[in-house]
């Protein structure tokens, strides 16, 4: 008994669980917040269980996501009024995953296999959101899919309406269509950059992906494809394979009405920024707005968490003029992740995201790895992503950029030439 027990709880068994979790977690990050919240807290658990593994020198370059996180605790606990376990219990994966990382030992093996689960996990939630509009908008008693309300949601007319359900800003309720985008970008990035398989199943999968990004009408999905493919071509080192580049741009404005749409709208406004509407942008434009005349108040501590949320929802109301009840119930926030940690968290928060990033690149620009280019991918598609969401106030948002930050900064040092598992 004593024998079994020492065999599961000594350092190798311990790192082969922390792997599998780890394994388990990338896999169902894109499927189930409730099933990869509990493998993180099982993670990072057992993580510490097995603590004498930890490697300062795996922390060193992740570390500075605990600084941001101890930024956040600091502003919380002497601006806020009120102190809110809640409030940091989202955040919690600043702390665990580069703990988890700095203990777990990642074979060039499982890294390729880390990178293949999570492309399957994205394949799964394509799948879902297929199988979505069956579940939640099909009527089997007629046969037929059941009308949109929303008018404005709909692009297909006619015959074709029921189309809509798969293809407009009405599909994709399985998840936010914005991360939906950014998780799709990466799988291609990885599958396009890391796995050996036949050129035609990448392709066909990458298809696949793309498909899915303009069924959603994902603009971040759009921005993303587009900063995926420019890595994709650049790592050719060929200059004039970059043009391409705008050719891109030019077929998905073709492809997706709601990018076109976008698009006409910043080139109507962009020399008249008065006669910009409030919905410019799906109200974005005044949530960012409203964001700077509140960093502009108080730009040094910020207003705390619980206190960012209440001014916002003031200035909300005054600007625009939607009701508390409203601002309460759905949660808006400055949709761009740097006006959101410089309204939570001051300069120093603000600063702190920045260098988190900056260190990111500076730790990848000195690294030699052949899988640079899909490194660098993962980084511009945060600080495109930011620009539009306030990643670190969504679960999906935080755990995607929290995991392959530390992921790919930890794993420096792999070949193509070693790899014989992908």
């Known amino acids: 008994m004593r024998a079994t027990i020492r065999y599961h709880f000594s350092e190798k068994k311990l790192n082969d669980y922390i792997v599998f979790l780890i394994i388990a977690f990338v896999f169902f990050m894109n499927v189930s917040e409730k099933v990869s919240t509990l493998l993180l807290v099982t993670l990072f658990i057992l993580s510490l269980v097995n603590v004498k593994q930890f490697n300062y020198q795996k922390f060193k370059p992740i570390s500075f996501l605990v600084v941001l996180l101890s930024i956040y605790i600091l502003t919380h606990i002497l601006i806020d009024d009120v102190f809110s376990v809640k409030t940091i219990e989202k955040r919690v994966s600043l702390l665990a995953l580069p703990i988890v ?173 008065e006669s910009i509407p409030k919905d410019f942008l799906r109200y974005r434009w005044e949530m960012w707005k409203g964001s700077v005349e509140l960093i502009s108040e108080q730009p040094l501590w910020g207003y705390g968490k619980e206190g960012f949320d209440v001014a916002f929802n003031a200035r909300m109301h005054k600007n625009v003029g939607w009701s508390y009840n409203i601002l309460d119930n759905v949660g808006f926030n400055s949709h761009n992740q740097y006006l959101q940690v410089f309204g939570e968290a001051g300069i120093f928060g603000f600063l702190g995201y920045l260098v988190v990033i900056a260190i990111y690149i500076i730790n990848i620009m000195r690294q030699r790895t052949d899988y640079k280019y899909l490194k660098y991918s993962f980084i511009f598609l945060i600080l495109i992503f930011s620009c539009s969401e306030s990643i670190l106030n969504r679960y999906f948002g935080i755990s995607f950029f929290t995991f392959f930050y530390c992921f790919f900064l930890v794993n420096n040092s792999l070949e193509r030439k070693n790899c014989y598992f992908c």
């Open 101 to 273: 990382f700095s203990i777990a030992s990642i074979s060039e093996k499982t890294f390729y296999i880390i990178c293949k689960f999570f492309v399957y996990g994205v394949i799964l939630g394509c799948i879902l959101n297929l199988l979505e509009p069956f579940v939640n908008d099909f009527n089997w008693d007629t046969y037929k899919f059941l009308e949109i309300e929303n008018k404005k949601k709909i692009v297909f007319k006619g015959s074709q309406r029921w189309m809509n359900h798969f293809y407009s800003i009405h599909f994709s309720n399985f998840l936010d269509r914005s991360y939906y985008g950014v998780y799709l970008s990466l799988g291609i990035a990885i599958i396009w950059h890391i796995l050996s398989w036949k050129i035609i199943q990448k392709i066909a999968l990458i298809t696949f992906f793309i498909i899915h990004i303009f069924l959603s009408n994902s603009l971040m999905g759009i921005l993303g494809l587009g900063t995926v493919f420019f890595f994709a071509v650049f790592n050719y080192r060929r200059a004039y394979v970059l043009f391409l580049l705008p050719l891109f741009f030019i077929v998905a404005t073709l492809i997706s009405s709601r990018f076109l749409d976008y698009i006409s709208q910043t080139w109507t406004y962009m020399n008249g920024v």
